[in-house]
């Protein structure tokens, strides 16, 4: 029998308390978080936990994008015992059955790293190597080993196999091709056999060690991740991070049980990414790592599992044990957004310690006795108010009855027609409109003032000025999933840290690697359905490489991928002609998706553009762009909405993910500057609502659409771009050391790059080699981003 069970009506339940210890603290993507429990400070993003055979022992693996270390923990004397760096690692992390050695994944290294744990210090004293070293496709994920801790089992990521190794010799013996990327493993306590989850293919597979074969896979729920037996072995629990769910499989059977769906609601949206379970008795915890939070099952009956309730995290909890009645979850990004004093500066030696955004939120390890059933009740009320997303809001936007945006999904916006979507690359708010008066903005960190962008400036005098707006993103990889499906998967929030931390790894999030997509697609996927013509310049030229996607025969002929040779206002020319075509047919797209990416710079290489040409190109191209389309027969019918992917490559007052953004239409209000707090979905849901879309994710749904940043009366004034006041053909020419340090950087893409050391190449090449630059300040929101929380 399969059901599917829902956490809900909690807030209905008998009053129940537990006396809360943290502040609670708003993030700039609105959603709350109040924490359980005490916490102790980790490293870098960590994504599993292993627990000794003796319950004494607690091991973290910290796999972000900068120092990448594994700790040991004394969970009952909650401290750290011993911690290494570790150059390349990842998911994989496991006890001997003995207890005295911990093995750890050594990521693109392509081998599983042996520590002693004598003494409660972690002491390197070999290793297995599956093969070379990247570029070989291999990256090692999750590791078990036999009950006799003789036998190594490893499953792998890039080259989607099974490694069965000889821990005596540290052999390779024997290579089991599996059918998609693996995610981690793990040994029966009864049969010995190994299940395996495929992350990139909604199943288990299942190894014999007697038969030494794989002899059945069992189909799960989207992305199937951590794994956890029953005590008595008979049941398997698995954690499904693109279904919100967790498919419970009778092992005798070989059979999906039941699945248990752990979002706040039945039949949500996209947003709660189930990624780590514990079991205290008969008590099953699940991570939800976007809903910052533990949902609570009661186990005792397979088949009739129910829910009890939520426990607040902190946020993006990746992984949660439990010793006993003890919980331990680790917060993948800590507790808040936070200032970093030690930013990127030119006069200081850049090491680990700089503080950069792919690298800023360390995390924590909250931990807690498990609550009782009165407290699980208060608790799960925290976890309701801290979260924006209600179900109403997929039907239902917050918005204003006279507005040219609907509030109700499927309506469509009498007066806007066509939406045209521009994704630019990187900047922060205070690099481009930090000396904007009105706006809150710090003139110190305008390195891209009105002297150099006069069409940005110009647009948000003359339409809307918004000072308060934030991506989802922290960098590129994560920033282009979340600007058109409002939603980064686990696949792309795991794997991004270790590419740009130099560590290998491909660029697999703009359409390339079906893995990385979220279940029901993009925002192009959900035209395709809605019957909508839609377009895409430039922006997941891989996807519209796939046969069979949404953007296969929809991406503009001629029009540039991410290439910082060719000018921003060349890709204007060449939207403006395929858009005289169009209107000749009575065929402008619904939506069109637009990528000017060449305010990214190429910092300060030897015959590249300036980073000031770079992005007075960009601003160009802006202009041309609004002017062409405000001088069209279709203007009146209607918007542009310009913002960056992330915010990354820059110093910011407020916080690392505030971001210039635009609004720009018939139906804007003209000279206004809004304040309130906005975000990356905030801005696809207004999209949506012109189109009649329902929302792609919990965040979308959650987010504030833009509604105060229009008006009914059309104001049909045409915009008239401003000429650059600057070269836009100037070069890099000086052999400096920032332009000795740009020959390293790859950018072929959009991020393949250092991006610490690049902010300070930019830094340097505009304002002089020698000059310094301000550290970037950034806040921790408490109740200040979202001014409409009131709960």
Known sequence: MRTRL????????????????????????????????????????PLNMAISPNGKRLAVTNNGQSTQTIQLIDPAG?????????????????????????????????????????????????SVVLGKPWPTKISVAGIETDKAGTTLYAVTKDDSALYICDLTTKQVKKRIKLPAEAYTCLRSPVSDELFITVWGGEKVVIYDPKQD?????????????????????????????????????DVKSRKVLE?????????????????????????????????????????????KSRSLGFIPTGWYPTAVKAIGQN????????????????????????????????????????????????????LSKQVYQNTPYKKEQETTAMGEAASPIPMRVGQKSAQIKHVFYIIKENRTYDQIFGDMPGGNGDSSLCIFPEAITPNHHALAREFVLLDNFYVDAEVSADGHNWSTAAYATDFT??????????????????????????????????????GLRYRSYGEFEAYSRRKGSALDGRFAPNYPDFD?????????????????????????????????????????????????AHVADNDQALGQFVDYLSHSPIWNESAVFVLEDDAQNGADHVDAHRSPALVISPYTRRHYIDHTAYSTSGMLRTMELILGLPPMSQYDAAARPLFACFTNTLNATPYTFIPAKTDLDARNTAWTEPARQSEKIDLRY??????????????????????????????????????????
């Open 6 to 45: 829902f956490l809900v009506g909690l807030l209905l339940l008998a009053h129940g308390t537990y006396a809360q210890t943290a502040t609670r603290l708003t993030l700039p993507n609105g959603w709350s978080l109040s924490p359980l429990g005490r916490s102790l400070p980790l490293g870098d993003l």
């Open 78 to 126: 909650e401290k750290v015992l011993s911690e290494v760096t570790i150059r390349k690692s990842w998911v994989g992390l496991k006890f001997s059955p003995d207890g005295k050695t911990l093995l750890a994944s050594g990521g693109n290294d392509n081998r599983i790293l042996l520590y002693a744990t004598a003494g409660d210090q972690l002491v390197k004293t070999d």
């Open 213 to 249: 074969k794989l002899t059945g896979e069992i189909a799960t729920s989207s992305h199937p991740n951590d794994l956890i037996f029953s005590p008595n072995g008979r049941y398997l629990y698995v954690a499904c991070a693109n279904d919100n769910a967790v498919s419970v499989i």
């Open 259 to 303: 699945t248990v769906i752990t979002s706040l609601y039945p039949n949500a949206l996209a947003g709660s990414t189930p990624n780590g379970l514990a079991l205290v008795k008969n008590q099953l915890l699940v991570a939800n790592a976007d809903n910052n939070c533990l949902a609570v099952f009661d186990v005792s009956q397979p088949g």
């Open 327 to 378: 919980v331990y979850v680790a917060n993948g990004k800590g507790f808040t957004s936070k200032a970093n004093p030690n930013g990127p500066n030119p006069n200081k030696r850049r090491d680990a310690n700089t503080e950069y955004i792919a690298g800023l939120f360390k995390s924590t390890l909250s931990m807690f006795a498990m609550p009782n059933a009165a407290a699980l009740t208060g």
């Open 493 to 530: 929030e795991k794997t991004w840290p270790t590419s740009y931390g130099g560590r290998g790894g491909t660029y697999d999030y703009e359409g390339s690697r079906p893995v990385a997509y979220p279940k029901k697609g993009f925002i192009w996927d959900y035209c395709q359905r809605a």
């Open 564 to 612: 910082m040779t060719i000018k921003d206002i060349k890709r204007v020319g060449i939207w403006k002609k395929d858009l005289d075509s169009l209107i000749a047919i009575n065929a402008v797209p619904h939506f069109s998706t637009i990528r000017l990416g060449n305010d990214h710079t190429s910092g300060a290489r030897v015959g590249a553009p300036t980073p000031i």
């Open 750 to 791: 959009a991020d393949k790059i250092d991006d610490r050391l690049f902010n300070e190449i930019i830094w340097k090449t505009v304002k002089g080699e020698h000059a310094v630059m301000p550290a970037p300040r950034r806040g921790a929101f408490l109740q200040v981003a979202r001014k409409d929380d009131d709960d």
